[in-house]
C-alpha cells in the first residue's frame, strides 16, 4: 500500500491507499497532531503499521519549511520540536521503502494539479488552517512543477491578518465563534491579499485555488470570492484532504521517474565518489613537491600523458614513469619514490554526496566505474575516502586492461549490470567519457566538481530521493 500523511498544526492525516489513480479514502486515521516530535513519530509508525507491514511508498506534508534536498524540515511556527529531525530517515530505515518530505503547501498543491477540477492552469494554492501556506503550480506539456518562492513576505504578511492563530489572537476568541462582522474583514483581507499576490513578481498569477481546514469548514462564507473573476478564486473539490492527495501525487511524480527506466547507477571515483585532481591546481603542486622546475613542467606534463593510458590499464606502472621523469629532467627523487601517495594523499574526501548515496542505495544498485592506476583503489579505500555504500560492480581500469572512453569497457560494465543499457544512469565529470554511455544509451549526469552543491542537487532531482 502507498501511504500519504499530512503533519499539520492541529490534525495529523494518514492515508494508506493501493490505488494512486482512483485513491479511496476507507483506510484513513486523524489524529492530535503530537507537538513532541519523538512522540508523533512513533505515533506515525504506530498507525502507518494498522494498515501495512510493508509501504511501497510514504509521501509527507508538513507544516513548515521543508529543504527538499535533505529532506529535513528547516523551521515552523508550530511544530518547533520537529525541525531538523531526521523524521524521513527515521521511516525509510524503519520501513525500507521511498520516503518523500515536503511543505504542506506544496503537497496541496500538488493534489490540486493531479486530481483537482484545475488540470489545465497555472495557478497559486492557498492553504488556510492554523496559518496561511501557499505554493505555485506550473505547466509545461505533460509535467507539473510546485514550488514556493523564495520571497514569501507578501504570504507572510497577509497571514496576519487571516491566518487561524492570529485571528484568534486579533478577535480573542476560536475561528468557529467569530462574529459575521469579524468573519466578513477576513474575507475582504483575503480579497486584498489575492490581489497583491496576483499583481506580485514574486507570485503573479491570475487563478488561485483556497484550501485548507478553515475554508472547508467555512465554505459557504468564502463562496463569495467565487463572483470575482480577476483574479480567478475557485475553492478546492478536495474538501480538508487536499494534502493527503497531494502525497499520492508526489509519489505518482516519484514513480514516473523511477520507471524512467534507471536501475543501476553508476559513479565515477575521481571528481564525483571523492575529490581529486579536477579543478584544481593540486597536478601542479604535485610536480612542485618532486622537483620540477617551471621551465620543465611542459616536458613533465606531456611525458605524463604519453605514460597514462598504459599506466591506467595495468600495462605500466607509475614507478615506470618516475624513473623516466626522473631521467629526462634530473630529478632529485628515488627510483621507488611513492608516486601513488602523491596522488591519493591529495585527494579529499566528498563529504556532500556520501548521505545522496546512502539513499540511492535503498532503490537502485550501485557501481563504480573508473580510470584507475594500478593499486590506487586500495589506497584510496585504505584512506576512507569513499561513501561507505553497497557498491554491486566495481570496474577499475588497472584491473581490466580496458580505461574510459574505449567502448569497451562501457559494454563490460553493462553485462556487469545486468540490465538494459537504458536503465543504466552514469554519474561522470569528464564529458568524453559522458558522449560514450550516451551513444550507447545511457542516462548521464555531467557533475561539476567546481560546483558540488548544484550537481548534487541536479543528481537529487534526477533520481527523485
Known amino acids: 500500500m502507498y501511504i500519504s500523511i499530512d503533519i499539520g498544526g492541529t490534525n495529523t492525516r494518514v492515508l494508506a491507499t493501493s490505488d494512486l489513480d482512483n485513491p479511496n479514502f476507507e483506510n484513513i486515521h486523524v489524529f492530535d497532531t503530537e507537538i513532541n516530535y519523538k512522540n508523533g513519530v512513533e505515533k506515525i509508525i504506530e498507525i502507518i503499521k494498522i494498515f501495512t507491514d510493508t509501504p511501497k511508498a510514504i509521501a509527507i506534508g508538513i507544516a513548515g519549511g521543508v529543504d527538499e534536498s535533505s529532506q529535513i524540515m528547516t523551521g515552523s511556527n508550530v511544530l518547533t520540536d520537529w525541525e531538523h529531525e531526521p523524521l524521513i530517515e527515521t521511516l525509510q530505515t524503519h520501513f525500507s521503502c521511498p520516503t518523500y518530505l515536503r511543505n504542506d503547501a506544496v503537497m496541496g498543491a500538488l493534489g490540486e494539479a493531479y486530481y483537482g477540477t484545475n488540470k489545465k492552469d497555472d495557478f497559486i494554492y492557498l492553504t488556510l488552517g492554523t496559518g496561511l501556506g501557499g505554493a505555485i503550480v506550473e505547466r509545461k506539456d505533460e509535467n507539473v512543477n510546485v514550488f514556493r518562492p523564495k520571497d514569501r513576505s507578501e504570504l507572510y504578511e497577509l497571514e496576519t491578518k487571516i491566518g487561524g492563530t ?90 514516473v521517474i523511477t520507471n524512467n527506466k534507471i536501475k543501476f547507477i553508476y559513479f565515477d571515483i575521481g571528481g564525483v565518489a571523492i575529490l581529486d585532481f579536477s579543478k584544481t591546481n593540486k597536478w601542479h603542486e604535485l610536480a612542485s613537491a618532486l622537483g620540477v ?127 538494459n543499457p537504458k536503465n543504466i ?33 541536479a543528481l537529487i532531482k534526477l533520481v527523485g530521493i
Not at 585527494?347 to 580510470?371: A, P, Q, R
Not at 569528464?430 to 557533475?447: C, D, F, M, N, P
Open 166 to 255: 492570529e485571528c484568534e489572537k486579533k478577535y480573542g476568541k476560536p475561528m468557529k465563534s467569530l462574529s459575521n462582522d469579524a468573519w466578513q474583514e477576513v474575507i475582504n483581507n483575503l480579497a486584498e491579499g489575492v490581489d497583491v499576490l496576483a499583481s506580485s513578481k514574486n507570485w503573479g498569477k491570475n487563478t488561485f485555488v483556497l484550501g485548507g481546514g478553515i475554508v472547508e469548514r467555512q465554505k459557504i462564507r468564502f463562496q463569495k470570492l467565487l463572483k470575482q473573476k480577476n483574479p480567478k478564486i475557485c475553492l478546492t473539490t478536495l474538501g480538508d484532504k487536499s494534502g493527503l492527495y497531494g502525497g499520492l501525487a508526489l509519489i505518482k511524480q516519484q514513480n
Open 425 to 457: 544512469l552514469f554519474i561522470e565529470n569528464s564529458i568524453s567519457h559522458i558522449e560514450v554511455a550516451k551513444r550507447r544509451g545511457w542516462q548521464t549526469l555531467l557533475y561539476d566538481t567546481s560546483n558540488i552543491q548544484e550537481s548534487n542537487e
Open 293 to 419: 622546475s617551471e621551465s620543465d613542467i611542459d616536458k613533465f606534463n606531456n611525458l605524463f600523458a604519453e605514460f597514462e593510458p598504459g599506466i591506467c590499464v595495468g600495462k605500466k606502472d607509475l614507478l615506470d614513469f618516475v624513473k623516466e621523469a626522473k631521467k629526462l629532467l634530473g630529478l632529485g627523487i628515488s627510483d621507488d619514490h611513492d608516486m601513488l601517495g602523491e596522488f591519493v594523499d591529495r585527494f579529499e574526501v566528498n563529504i556532500s554526496i556520501h548521505s545522496i548515496i546512502d539513499k540511492l542505495g535503498i532503490n537502485f544498485k550501485l557501481g563504480l566505474l573508473t580510470n584507475m592506476y594500478p593499486n590506487m583503489l586500495d589506497r584510496i579505500k585504505e584512506r576512507h575516502l569513499l561513501p561507505k555504500a553497497k557498491w554491486d560492480v566495481v570496474i577499475d581500469s588497472s584491473v581490466i586492461g580496458l580505461r574510459k572512453p574505449q567502448d569497451e569497457i562501457y559494454q563490460f560494465a553493462e553485462e556487469k549490470a545486468g540490465v
